[in-house]
């Protein structure tokens, strides 16, 4: 097995892996920036080095210092969690360059997966079904017309390039099309270094929904069941499940097998997902994620197989630990990502010091947090604090488990969206599995009943806070009195 492991990233992604390879025996190496210096990953690791200032592109996307850093330190492998350089073909290039095991899918995989239009050509290829569209890029405004007018109107312009919702451009009618094409090329350009767009049918308020896979070295194929990630803002996914009240039994093989075929036919090794747009019964391919994912841990939760694990084994050269026929999916699971944003002006980002920190516990509780009570949330970097994740014998009780768990999360200091998830998980069409990636536009009540909770329930949350803080007060008094004791010795 590996001896030691960088991993390059930072946050609750870089403290997970190294959980994992804590368990497995294997050190571990944290990379940081400035910004993350004294930082729970940080510390955690068995060695971090510093490798450059705050901004991302002079630290966490610097190739060459992670790469000089994993060769000084002498890691045998590098894990990239997800984000900054995880699906870069360039950086699985450059491991492999310096004999040094990139944990992860190869260098021509990801390339090929990373490509939007040459990933729908391989699907269609495959006969695996796709949102209706085009499988080529578009830069003329007129060949755009032509393919908008053949698929009909409402469409979706998409960085062939890049994900994460930036640069997709909803287009409702011709007028608009031209100007729509310009603006999300240069969208692309500037977020992704590429251009190339491409165009699709867009598909009223479908699920999301995604197959997790994992493959190894010796052609085994798998997946895990799915996860639905409906619940999102500006196409960001903020609340996640397993397994899904929109499929049957029939369905849920169904795509798994079509997303098997999908890993087999592009020659996948690793963990990643195969992701889908669902609707009116049928589904369709919308692209492959060659990563482990924020969500993963949901599917831990009701299959009990340690992702991040197999992950690292698959890369050492070692065959799946587990089957297709040995997957079970047992309970639910949902997963609420915690962040600092005000959720009553915006869901902007809303960096700063955290006073006091106590995360819930008890049965069927999963915090994964890259913060803790002596922490802060950086300006310079997305704004989760923690996953929170909880496990029920039903999705009922899931849902029941959650609301207690988030009345239990007590962060001061900064404002987060825990009075929206409290919404979502007290709202009748979540109870009752209405999913849609448009719940949130069309909830419109959902700020007033935040702000119902936030009142109902401020005497409690004023009074555990105070617990919080004081404890923290108390922490401080004894520290000091310790140091005055000592100095009085002396």
């Known amino acids: 097995m590996f001896e030691k492991i960088l991993v390059a990233n930072r946050g609750e992604i870089a403290v997970r892996v190294m959980r994992a390879c804590r368990e497995m025996g294997i050190r571990t190496v ?3 920036s400035e910004a993350d210096r ?3 990953f940080a510390r955690y690791a068995d060695e971090a080095h510093l490798i450059g200032p705050a901004p991302a592109s002079r630290s966490y996307l610097d190739i060459d210092a992670i790469i000089r850093t994993a060769i000084e330190s002498g890691a045998d492998a590098i894990h990239p969690g ?15 360059a310096e004999g040094i095991r990139f944990i992860g899918p190869s260098a021509g995989v990801l390339e090929l997966v990373g490509d939007k239009v040459a990933a729908r050509r391989a699907m269609v290829e495959a006969g695996v079904p796709v949102v209706p569209g085009a499988n080529e890029s578009v830069a003329d405004p007129d060949r755009a017309r032509e393919i908008a007018r053949a698929i009909g109107f409402p469409v979706m312009i998409k960085p062939a390039g890049g994900g994460g919702g930036i640069g997709m451009t909803i287009v409702e009618d011709e007028a608009s099309l031209s100007n729509a094409l310009k603006s999300a090329r240069s969208i692309a350009d500037t977020a992704f270094g590429i251009a190339d767009v491409y165009i699709e049918k867009y598909l009223h308020n479908p699920r999301h929904i995604e197959i997790q896979i994992l493959g190894d070295s010796e052609g085994n194929i798998i997946h895990l069941g799915e996860r639905e990630c409906s619940i999102q803002r500006r196409h960001q996914k903020l609340i996640e499940e397993s397994p899904s009240t929109a499929l049957t039994s029939e369905l849920r093989a169904a795509m798994g097998s079509v997303a098997v075929d999908a890993a087999r036919r592009v020659g996948y090794q690793g963990a990643g997902t195969v992701e889908f747009l669902f609707s009116e019964q049928k589904f369709y391919f919308l692209e492959v994620n060659a990563r482990i994912q ?5 599917t831990e939760m009701v299959t009990g197989i340690d992702i991040v694990k197999e992950q690292i084994g698959i890369d050492f050269g070692l065959p799946l630990s587990v089957r297709q026929h040995d997957i079970r999916i ?3 699971a949902i997963e609420c990502r915690i962040n600092a944003e005000d959720p009553f002006g915006g869901f902007v980002p809303a960096p700063g010091r955290i006073r006091g920190y106590h995360p819930p516990a008890g049965p069927g509780i999963r915090v994964d947090s890259g913060v803790c009570s002596s922490g802060s949330v950086s300006p310079y970097y997305d704004p989760m604090v923690a996953k929170l994740i909880v496990w029920g014998r039903d999705r009922d009780e899931s849902i029941g488990r959650m609301q207690r768990a988030l009345q239990e999360y007590i962060i001061t200091g900064i404002r987060t969206n825990i009075p929206f998830h409290r919404a979502v998980m007290e709202n009748r069409r979540f109870a009752a599995g209405e999913l849609g990636t448009h719940f949130i536009e069309e909830e419109t009540h959902l700020v007033e009943e935040m702000k119902k909770i ?3 329930e401020n005497s409690l949350t004023e009074r555990l806070s105070k617990v919080v803080e004081d404890k923290k007060r108390v922490a401080a008094i004894a520290a000091a009195a310790a140091v005055a004791g000592m100095q009085g010795r002396e």
């Open 30 to 32: 944290a990379v940081y």
């Open 38 to 40: 004294g930082s729970l």
């Open 82 to 96: 997800y984000g900054f350089l995880a699906e870069n073909p360039r950086f699985a290039a450059a491991c492999e």
């Open 294 to 298: 924020v969500e993963h841990p949901v």
């Open 330 to 332: 047992s309970g639910s």
């Open 454 to 456: 936030t009142e109902r």
